[in-house]
């Protein structure tokens, strides 16, 4: 549903008034350009693109089993799952563990170990589940010492220079954790593996005997490489436990685009002027409208675009500014008309327009999947149960435009 607020952002970015949030595309969140040293303003705006994996992300109702490998995961996926929110709503429903325990030991399964498919399903079908996740944990921490060459200025003159330097070699290691995990997505109706994938975070640190942090530091990091023992020596360094933390928490991330639709924060460009060259009225127009996106109401900017449209048509910039805004509050297939428009009156390609124009066909097709993995039930036919459809701004197309002002299309 519509609303309207501003949103708080740093000194020298701007702000945009929150309009509507459809179901594709984000309203315009910040106009994120430097004055100095930037050149047409940019809006950042948030994106709502279909989960990597349909089928998965069609399985609403969940039931989570233990992981094997090298850690349980189990906990941190249902976090996941019950964080999951698209359009303010939760995506998933997870089954309680206390329920999933009951069944399991009802059936006699071990918690532990490995669960093969036939099974899974079983327990999903008691529970109610329409799927079930399980998988696979892998961990590693890498350790490899190094050496780096530095230099020293060994003697200086009487004003102090340097006259002699001397090169020297210090002690070095790089450490490496990588956290991987292979969930198995479970079709509870088909017993059928829906979705898999291996999921990978990355976490690297390089630290010197002469950057440590504190003498301790380095005492733990030289007994380190002399085969003593990195936990307890040098609690100047990152422990493993926080690496694979922090990798672990980008193979999550993964995990979450992988199953349901996701936003992404994406720059969008205004452009300010072309080569034609408008009367002064409607100068004047665009020129206020582009002050209006600085000062971040692009809401009213785009009502003084269109003001400028009805007194020059002639010009890419004022089309493709009014299909961004278009874009901006959901309306694509009028986003694609202005675009269109636009990149027939250039005379040349405008790198602008022909990534508009890439951009909204694209997201045209990834409206209609995000809509069908929004279904409410996947069992349940699209026919019976019309996705949730929202009415955007109007905002009217070329054409709209002129048959108000009783005028003809240039």
């Known amino acids: 549903m519509g609303h309207t607020g501003y949103v708080g952002t740093p000194n020298r970015v701007y702000q945009v008034r929150s309009v509507w949030r459809p179901l594709l595309v984000g309203i315009a969140e910040l106009l994120a350009c430097d004055i100095v040293g930037c050149g047409s303003p940019k809006i950042t705006s948030q994106v709502l693109l279909p989960a990597k994996s349909h089928e998965a992300s069609q399985i609403k109702r969940v039931a989570v089993l233990p992981f094997s490998g090298t850690g349980d995961m189990s906990s941190d996926v249902e976090a996941i799952l019950v964080n999951t929110h698209v359009s303010g709503q939760p995506y998933f429903t997870v089954v309680e563990r206390t329920a999933l325990n009951k069944v399991m030991t009802e059936q006699a399964i071990s918690l532990s170990g490995t669960i093969d498919d036939t099974t899974a399903a079983k327990v999903g079908k008691l529970v109610g589940a329409e799927g079930v996740i399980m998988g696979v944990v892998k961990t590693e921490v ?141 100068k004047d127009k665009i020129t206020q409208g582009i002050q209006w996106a600085k000062g971040g109401r692009l809401d009213r900017a785009c009502e003084i675009w269109q003001d400028a449209y009805s007194l020059h048509s002639q010009g890419y910039a004022i089309h493709y500014d009014l299909g961004l805004c278009a874009e901006m509050v959901g309306k694509l297939p009028e986003a694609l008309e202005y675009y269109e428009k636009a990149d027939r009156l250039t005379g040349k390609p405008v790198k602008e327009i022909n990534e508009a124009l890439g951009r909204v066909r694209q997201s045209m097709v990834q409206q209609r999947r995000i809509e069908e993995q929004m279904q409410k039930d996947v069992n349940t036919p699209a026919t019976t149960e019309e996705p949730r459809k929202i009415t955007p701004l109007p905002i009217s197309s070329p054409q709209q435009r002129l048959q108000r002002k009783g005028g003809s299309q240039q």
């Open 142 to 282: 890498a350790q490899k010492p190094y050496q780096e060459t530095r230099s020293r200025c060994v003697s200086q003159d009487q004003k102090g220079n340097c006259t002699s330097t001397q090169n020297y070699t210090v002690q070095c290691q790089k450490r490496d954790a990588y956290f991987s995990f292979t969930p198995k997505i479970v079709s509870v109706a088909t017993g059928r593996i829906v979705a898999s994938e291996v999921l990978v975070g990355q976490n690297s640190k390089q630290t010197c005997a002469d950057s440590s942090p504190g003498s301790d530091a380095v005492a733990g990091l030289v007994k380190t490489l002399m085969g003593g023992d990195a936990k307890k020596a040098n609690t100047g360094m990152q422990s493993d436990g926080e690496m694979l933390g922090a990798a672990k928490q980008e193979a999550l991330n993964k995990f979450r685009e992988m199953i349901a639709p996701h936003y992404v924060n994406r720059q969008f460009v205004i452009l300010e002027e072309d080569d034609t060259n408008p009367p002064a009225a409607a």
